[in-house]
């Protein structure tokens, strides 16, 4: 059975940092790209942030810069360390290995004064 479990969300003031991490079972961690996605209230679920199985990443324009992925696959965890947030960083975040149709329950940032 394949779980993803998001922690370390929360809140936040503009400016500041947090680090989320995902932790999965039941899927043969390293041979996956993991990737990041958030959705906003009222907005579509959005690809934030992408590891391949090499360390390969890629991000979206409106966190390059900001936030960083990484993964350990001694610990099946992949992270997402993101500086300078913003309130418009404000949302749910859920990790997913690609390529499967997996999601966790996601850990919510809040970004605000």
């Known amino acids: 059975q394949v779980q993803l479990v998001e922690s370390g969300g929360g809140l936040v003031q503009p400016g500041g940092s947090l680090r989320l991490s995902c932790a999965a079972s039941?899927?043969?961690?390293?041979?996956?790209?993991m990737a990041w996605y958030r959705q906003a209230p009222g907005k579509q679920r959005e690809l934030v942030a992408t590891?391949?199985?090499?360390?390969?990443?890629n991000y979206a324009d409106s966190v390059k810069g900001r936030f960083t992925i990484s993964r350990d696959n001694t610990k099946n965890t992949v992270y997402l360390q993101m500086n300078s947030l913003k309130p418009e960083d404000t949302a749910d975040y859920y990790c997913?290995?690609?390529?499967?149709?997996?999601w966790g329950q996601g850990t919510q940032v809040t970004v605000s004064s």
């Open positions: 997913k290995p690609n390529s499967l149709s997996y």
């Open positions: 039941g899927i043969i961690f390293n041979i996956y790209a």
């Open positions: 590891i391949r199985s090499g360390g390969g990443t």
